[in-house]
């Protein structure tokens, strides 16, 4: 395992292009364009304000900044430099830009959600889309890039769109039951739009292509409801976070709960392993006070750690929300799957420093992995199953079925990771804290040997 020196970014704006060749990174009214390869600059271009949002065209020649308060949108073209779009906004706003998925589109959303403009950087043609609502996730696009559903609020009732992306024009239009749809996602196959309703009210409900309710579920009611949804891979699991810490799982064929996963405070499953991180401090030698070692950031103790696995049964750190407070600290906030659909792991918020990971094949727990600090962020490597996740201090750790890993990153001045990505490929890591970068490079070749003789030994076994 490797790591770069450290680079500049802001807001977190940073992003590999979709085919693995560049790395993309924002520095207030700066756009740096990277090779991954080589971290060598290949362009650099300079936009209007202080960039708010960046992102790359789907098939990596074009890339878009926007700057929120000033309304505006710049695109950059990476094969011919010196040209460049500018689209203004105007007195109406700009709260949201994105690509559509061929990467010649732009939408723009506008303040108070009054409308999205289409806009076509080959035509110049511009269209209108009427009504979008404001709320957690109001468009996604198929993954095959074909269609568009939009969340819809008109006459005080809720309504999907389904648009077509080749030329935007209407497929389906159809009422929600729902009282204040909260989001829309399609699944990976692109047959199905789970649409869910707000925390209000416990309400998931699924929808075909040319708009038939396929399925309605709900746990319970009269509690705070859904938080998080998300599909797996296989577009087999619809995995459903609630305020009541539970997640339950939902099978493609008959829309019914299979399965459901507690995150109870006393773990007691035997099938589980318990790692938690353990921290001690390394006293420096005289002879390492080198002027060299305090440069580069060496203090007289440093902080190390590692994993132990702990006998059970094991009492997970609880915090108790507060009522009095909105949005309270509490329910399944994120899910992920791996890549194969095999794992999925999930975070509780009222045990902040607790990563779960449940095996799909087996449908029980597989392991636990209690951090001594709250968990910012974690993500699945795209091609194996292998977790990474941070804590808003200078380590990076990696679960995969082998075993865990805290791994100190080596960078100077006490480098926070606040965030990470994966690159698609699976080789290397982006790691981002509040004003720098680094980028983490994998031993894949090792990794995959090391991988290959665990299968074998339990085969063996």
Not at 186 to 197: E, F, H, M
Not at 250 to 256: F, G, P
């Amino acid at each position: 395992m490797n790591f770069s020196e450290l680079f500049k970014q802001s807001n977190q704006l940073c992003k590999v292009s979709p085919d693995g060749k560049y790395l993309a990174t924002c520095v207030q009214y700066r756009l740096v364009i990277r090779d991954v390869s080589t971290l060598q600059i290949l362009q650099l271009y300079t936009c209007l304000d202080q960039i708010t949002h960046m992102e790359w065209a789907s098939d990596s020649l074009f890339i878009l900044c926007a700057m929120y308060k000033r309304g505006l949108v710049q695109v950059w073209s990476l094969e011919q430099p010196d040209w460049h779009c500018k689209i203004d906004e105007g007195s109406i706003g700009l709260v949201s830009s994105r690509w559509s998925p061929d990467g010649r589109h732009i939408l723009n959303t506008t303040e108070f959600h009054l409308r999205i403009t289409v806009w076509s950087l080959c035509t110049k043609a511009v269209s209108y889309i009427k009504y979008p609502k404001a709320c957690q996730k109001g468009t996604d696009f198929s993954r095959d890039g074909c269609y568009m559903a939009l969340a819809e609020r008109r006459d005080c009732k809720d309504y999907v769109s389904v648009f077509v992306c080749d030329d935007w024009h209407l497929l389906r239009h159809f009422e929600t039951e729902t009282q204040d749809l909260a989001g829309l996602e399609w699944s990976p196959n692109g047959c199905v739009l789970a649409v869910w309703d707000s925390c209000l009210e416990y309400k998931v409900l699924l929808y075909s292509l040319d708009g038939r309710l396929l399925s309605t579920y709900s746990a319970y009611e009269w509690s705070l409801g859904v938080k998080s949804v998300t599909w797996s891979p296989s577009s087999q699991f619809l995995a459903i976070g609630s305020y009541d810490e539970k997640v339950r799982i939902l099978n493609h064929i008959t829309w019914k709960k299979i399965a459901q996963f507690d995150h109870p405070a006393t773990i007691n499953n035997a099938k589980a392993v318990v790692y938690k991180e353990v921290e001690r401090r390394t006293a420096v030698g005289s002879d390492d006070l080198s002027l060299h070692n305090i440069t580069i950031g060496t203090t007289l103790f440093n902080t190390q750690s590692k994993y132990e696995i702990c006998p059970l049964p094991v009492q997970i750190p609880v915090v108790k929300p507060d009522p009095d407070r909105a949005n309270p600290k509490i329910g399944v906030s994120t899910l992920a799957f791996s890549s194969d659909s095999r794992y999925l792991a999930t975070k509780n918020d009222n045990m902040a420093s607790v990563v779960w990971i449940w095996d799909m094949q087996k449908m029980n727990l597989e392991a636990v992995l209690e951090q001594t600090s709250a968990v910012r962020c974690f993500q699945w490597d795209p091609r194996r199953p292998r977790l990474a996740l941070c804590t808003a201090n200078t380590k990076l750790y990696l679960w995969s079925p082998a075993g865990c890993v805290s791994v100190q990153v080596p960078t100077e001045g006490g480098f926070q990771v606040q965030s990470l990505s994966w690159h698609g490929s699976g080789d290397s890591l982006i790691l981002l804290g509040k004003e720098q970068l680094c980028l983490c490079f994998m031993d894949t070749d090792q990794e995959d040997k090391s991988h290959a003789g665990t299968e074998d030994l339990r085969a063996a076994l």
